[in-house]
């Protein structure tokens, strides 16, 4: 009886005694949605065995602790944290700004209403993320303007108003960094873009007059005082965009071509309607802010904004001497030949080939600075001369790099100009016409020509041997080179600064043609053969302008 008794009490004291793990389990405790969930398995068991064990499934944002490929031991506690992303979509109103444009058409002190103001709207996406219910973060996770707001523009009379002077075709400028319009006569104008950003890097009337193609500044990030990403170092994902505005509609909207970084070339192509080349860079921290991507693209847009894909024609590539800088590109008026301008050299695009095909090498010029001298170039109105600027080299200099002497020559293209398997290019010698014009003399034919004769306009480096700091005078002569006649300003002025001026698209009534410039600010209009001048605005912010 007695030992039956000792054998019942074993028995119950070890009913009452909580289980031992074997040598082969541990113990280990889930928390996970606010429960503590305790847990025994076999050792050797990872974090991810565990959860499935336990039939706990996880989102693709959860985090678990430790990770799931541990090996868990005796005593060890997995931590899961639920981790979910809201996106609340908000509209806000972007408020229109308004400016003050001085008009000389308009009596001193005299105010008109231009342009009405409208309100932008913006959408902004945040992103909400919750860690077991608690809210953690709220950012913007993007951010697009769904309606672009249209500035209040009040015109100002200022003192000296000038005389309207009928004029051919549409000219076009940009003033304050709004795009205006004139047409039929100088004292016709209207605002075309009014949204105070566009750069200048690209301005262009199409062919016919009825479009304008323009490149306008990134818009400041509101997260960033100065535009830049601040989760790139500093740099900004975009420098500019690419955009185009009908100019018969008198409230057209801009339309966004899609592009991105274009600084030094978008261009029209003569006969194709709303297509368009062009070539990027990539924004940079250091001066000049961007690596040039030397590439070139063609795309087609409609009036409502639909673009097609790019298509590549030239791929992203060094860019030669300097090549960093970038390269440049002009259309021959009938589109046959796109002619591209280098700091080492000039030549064709080749389409069939998609590739450059270098006509002339050039002394490419050492600036010792954060900018690159480009040729300026510019076709004959029958696309069969290229003119273009040339770097002199100088004797007596440790480097020919160095040297200040810049000539505007021609150089005769061909109707072969790429050559054949069975015969040579067929283009003619470069032709050296003047010499010491400096290195911005940005030669420009005519639109207009008398059979095979034609005028060219230049600038001229009042110091040649300091054209990089020094002005210029306008300058006008033959197809040829001869009869070089300066027009423009008085020998007794200051001079002009560098810039690419633009010819009347016609005739004037006595038979002579307008050469449109930019002088201190403003607009002036020069007959090519009398030299007589005529300023035609005063606001002193004209800073590109264009007239077909």
Same mark, same amino acid.
């Given at each position: 009886m007695v030992l039956a008794a000792l054998l019942t009490a074993a028995l119950l004291l070890a009913a009452c005694t909580p289980p031992q793990p074997?040598?082969?389990s541990i113990r280990f405790t889930i928390e996970v949605d606010g429960k503590k969930i305790p847990m025994e398995a076999q050792t050797g068991i990872t974090v991810q065995m565990a959860l499935q064990q336990a039939n706990i499934s996880l989102g693709s944002l959860d985090r678990v602790e430790p990770p799931s490929y541990s090996i868990l031991l005796d005593g060890d506690s997995i931590e899961i944290t639920r981790v979910r992303e809201v996106f609340t979509v908000e509209e806000n109103i972007i408020p229109f700004d308004r400016q003050t444009v001085r008009n000389e058409s308009l009596p001193d002190g005299q105010t008109l209403l231009v342009q009405r103001g409208v309100n932008g709207v913006e959408q902004i996406t945040y992103r909400q993320v919750f860690e077991n219910d608690v809210e953690v973060s709220n950012t913007v996770f993007k951010s697009e303007v769904l309606v672009e707001p249209l500035s209040e523009i009040m015109m100002v009379g200022v003192q000296k108003p000038f005389t309207p002077v009928t004029i051919p075709g549409r000219l076009a400028y940009l003033s304050g960094g709004n795009a205006w319009l004139m047409e039929t006569s100088t004292g016709n104008r209207r605002p075309i873009v009014t949204t105070g950003d566009l750069d200048g890097y690209i301005f262009s009337v199409s062919p016919k007059g009825d479009w304008l193609l323009f490149t306008r500044a990134e818009r400041t990030d509101a997260d960033t005082t100065d535009g830049s990403d601040a989760e790139n170092n500093g740099v900004p994902e975009k420098f500019n965009s690419l955009w185009a505005v009908d100019l018969n509609e008198k409230e057209a909207r801009p339309v966004y071509l899609k592009v991105d970084n274009v &600084?030094?070339?978008? !261009?029209?192509?003569? !006969?194709?309607? =709303? #297509? &368009?080349t062009y070539s990027t860079v990539e924004p940079r921290s250091t001066e000049p802010g961007w690596q040039a991507n030397n590439d070139l693209y063609q795309l087609t847009f409609s009036a409502t904004g639909a673009t097609s894909k790019p298509e590549k024609i030239i791929e992203?590539?060094?860019?030669?001497? %300097?090549? /960093? /800088?970038?390269?440049?590109?002009? /259309?021959?008026?009938?589109? #046959?030949y796109l002619a591209y301008s280098r700091p080492d050299? @000039?030549? =064709?695009?080749?389409?069939?080939?998609?590739? =450059? @095909?270098p006509l002339v090498d050039l002394l490419p010029f050492q600036t010792g600075s954060s900018w690159a001298w480009v040729p300026g170039i510019s076709w004959s109105p029958d696309g069969k001369i290229l003119y273009l600027v040339t770097h002199a080299p100088k004797a007596g200099l440790e480097s020919e790099e160095a040297s200040p002497w810049f000539d505007l020559s021609a150089l005769p293209i061909g109707e072969d100009p790429f050559g054949s398997d069975d015969a040579?290019?067929? +283009?003619?010698? =470069?032709? +050296?016409? &003047? $010499?010491?014009?400096?290195?911005?003399? %940005?030669?420009?034919?005519?639109?207009?020509? /008398?059979? $095979?004769? %034609?005028p060219v306009a230049?600038? $001229?480096?009042i110091v040649p041997e300091q054209s990089d700091t020094k002005r210029y005078r306008l300058t006008v002569m033959d197809r040829d080179g001869s009869n070089q006649q300066v027009i423009f300003p008085p020998p007794d002025h200051q001079g002009l600064d560098a810039q690419q001026i633009a010819w009347s698209p016609d005739v004037l009534p006595n038979g002579n043609l307008w050469i449109a410039v930019q002088y201190q600010g403003n607009l002036w209009l020069v007959d090519s053969q009398t030299g007589e001048s005529q300023q035609i605005t005063g606001d002193g912010l004209i800073t590109r302008y264009d007239w077909k």
């Open positions: 074997t040598v082969n &600084i030094h070339f978008a !261009g029209w192509v003569p !006969g194709k309607g =709303l #297509t &368009i992203t590539n060094a860019g030669g001497v %300097y090549g /960093w /800088w970038g390269t440049s590109f002009a /259309w021959s008026p009938d589109g #046959t050299s @000039v030549g =064709l695009v080749d389409f069939d080939k998609n590739e =450059l @095909v040579p290019p067929s +283009n003619g010698p =470069l032709i +050296n016409l &003047i $010499q010491k014009t400096g290195m911005f003399a %940005y030669p420009v034919a005519s639109k207009v020509a /008398w059979g $095979q004769s %034609y230049f600038l $001229q480096a």
